[in-house]
Nanobody, 122 residues
Framework: QVQLVESGGGLVQAGVSLRLSCAAS????????MGWFRQAPGKEREFVAA???????YYADSVKGRFTISRDNAKNTVYLQMNSLKPEDTAAYYC????????????????WGQGTQVTVSS
């Protein structure tokens, strides 16, 4: 069992930065791969970024070069640093965990946080 709690969302102006955090508990954090997904109203939840057990990172084309996923195993926390935010980044952002080595699809993940809203105004 894994519990995930996201934080750090908010309402910001386009071009600024936010850092989302996801605190994990319930099992050994280092044994999981982690991902970030986002979902806008009326749309499917889509992949944003993932980090493998070993620390390899992967990004959706829409955020590559702007977003950075990282993990701090000592703090049982995964982060999503979001720079140069655009209005199209507006969505609820969800942290997810899997016992797989890596997950790039929402179907790869077993555990989800409650989401944190990111709204970017133009």
């Amino acid at each position: 069992q894994v519990q995930l709690v996201e934080s750090g969302g908010g309402l910001v102006q386009a071009g600024v930065s936010l850092r989302l955090s996801c605190a994990a508990s319930g099992r050994t954090f280092s044994s999981t791969a982690m991902g970030w997904f986002r979902q806008a109203p009326g749309k499917e939840r889509e992949f944003v970024a993932a980090i493998s057990r070993s620390g390899s990172t992967y990004y959706a084309d829409s955020v590559k070069g702007r977003f950075t996923i990282s993990r701090d195993n000592a703090k049982n926390t995964v982060y999503l640093q979001m720079n140069s935010l655009k209005p199209e980044d507006t969505a609820a952002y969800y942290c997810a965990a899997t016992i797989r080595l890596l997950g790039l699809s929402k179907d790869d993940y077993n555990y989800w946080g409650q989401g944190t809203q990111v709204t970017v105004s133009s």
